[in-house]
């Protein structure tokens, strides 16, 4: 080969290398644009749900000057408890906000600045009073909750710039309320009612107590049929299941469940086990039963996959020294693959946490305001409460449902890194 034939192909080499290596470079940055696109969207939907849940965790008050005598209360002298506990303390707070503001004389203003305060007001003021009962004969200022449309105006949701027509505080009651607030008669707390109240309809009264519990509850159960079935199957078919054309076909069953629609689960939960066995409705019991199957699939794929890991070397060396088959799975090959087998398990957990299309299926979409005390009382779970609240077309739910959401998704980080914290112990022993 001539010199400059030789020149030739180096030539065409280093092209060739110039154009691989500038393709290289062109996909690297594509993979980044990629990368940044999607932090990009998610920082977006994280923001929009913060700052649209954030107001929820605050709820304004009303000091109200309440007049606590006891005709106005319908108390007789020397009032027994329970007396105490039936009197009249609706009357009380709506003679009181009269004797604030007297220009409100028509049925009409009356009706506004009663809205001024929840219709959960009279509760709390029953409860004080029963904490104290030496309020009863004088007037106090007393702090009550405010409305939820109040406090839209109160955290600057609603501004007058806004058309009276289209929004619900009206002009007169937003006099009212920058009175109030010019007098120092109104205070912004920590929203408490959100953690200990269940549902209500009205969204300053309401609250995902009994949707913490129905899902804590769910998850019990899920988890109690779940992990262990799932582990079972998945060391059963990858450790002492004959290779045939059954084990086959289960395998194939088992992957091609984990694909199935959620819904489809819900409708087996509904004409299996409310209508064939008629376990109660809206009972995380049955909730849990449906979303255990529908972990099932995961587990049992992920728990195989952690199983495969384990290298042969582990199981030849526990059998030469004279361990059993079921001696060498149980004390040398589970605690080897129990990392990867609680990731999975964990992983499916987090995912039946946030499903609502099976439980809507069994009926836990139902109004719950009990707390639940067991597995087979009536109960919500966190997304089917997300779901009720962003279908109510009042303001105050919208905050509330992104506050929920916010709630939901730091239980599923809570949950991951509750995993991976796990992993990496295990991993260390």
Do not use: C
């Not at 129990?338 to 398990?345: C, V, Y």
């Not at 009382?377 to 997304?383: G, N, W």
């Amino acid at each position: 080969m001539s010199k400059q034939t030789s020149n030739k192909a180096t030539a065409a080499i280093r092209a060739s290398l110039k154009k691989r290596y500038a393709r290289e470079r062109r996909f690297q940055w594509y993979g980044r644009l990629a990368v940044l696109t999607g932090f990009v969207f998610l920082f977006i939907l994280l923001a929009d749900i913060v700052g649209k849940g954030w107001p929820a965790f605050t709820q304004h008050y009303i000091e109200v000057s309440v007049n606590l005598d006891p005709e106005v209360l319908g108390l007789p002298p020397n009032a027994t408890r329970e007396q105490m506990f039936t009197a009249d303390y609706l009357g009380a707070i709506k003679s009181s906000l009269r004797a604030m503001f007297p220009e409100a004389t028509g049925r009409k203003d009356k009706q506004q600045l009663y809205r001024l305060v929840s219709i959960g007001a009279e509760y709390d003021l029953r409860d004080r009073v029963l904490k104290e009962p030496q309020l009863i004969g004088h007037t106090s200022d007393i702090w009550l909750r405010a409305h939820a449309e109040a406090g839209s105006y109160l955290k600057g949701q609603v501004t007058a710039e806004t058309a009276e027509a289209d929004r619900r505080v009206k002009d007169q009651q937003m006099g009212w309320l920058d009175r109030l607030r010019a007098d120092g008669r109104t205070e912004s707390r920590f929203n408490t009612t959100f953690f200990t109240q269940g549902d209500s309809r009205e969204p300053e009264m309401a609250g995902i107590r009994v949707a913490l519990y129905g899902s804590f509850f769910t998850l019990l159960v899920t988890f109690a049929i779940a992990f262990p079935i799932g582990v079972a199957a998945a060391v059963y078919l990858e450790e002492f299941a004959p290779r045939n054309r059954l084990t086959d076909l289960i395998e194939i069953n088992i992957n091609n469940l984990a694909a199935v629609p959620s819904i489809v689960f819900g409708l087996l939960g509904l004409a299996v086990f409310i209508n064939f066995f008629e376990l109660p409705r809206s009972a995380p019991v049955v909730g849990g039963i449906v979303l255990s199957l529908m972990t099932l699939p995961t587990i049992i794929i992920t728990s195989r996959a952690a199983i495969q890991a384990v290298s042969p070397s582990i199981r030849q060396a526990a059998l030469g020294v004279g361990a059993s088959k079921l001696q060498t799975v149980v004390h040398h090959v589970l605690p080897v693959a129990m990392p990867g087998i609680l990731t999975g398990s964990i992983i499916g957990m987090a995912q039946a946490l946030g499903e609502s299309a099976p439980l809507l299926m069994i009926g836990m979409v139902a109004f719950i305001m009990d707390v639940p005390a067991g597995v087979t009382d009536p109960a919500t779970v966190l997304p089917v409460q997300i779901y009720l609240w962003a279908d109510s077309p009042e303001r105050g739910f919208t905050e509330k449902t992104s506050a929920a959401i916010m709630v939901l998704m730091g239980f599923l980080i809570l949950m991951n890194a509750l995993a991976v914290y796990l992993r990496k112990r295990f991993e260390m022993k």
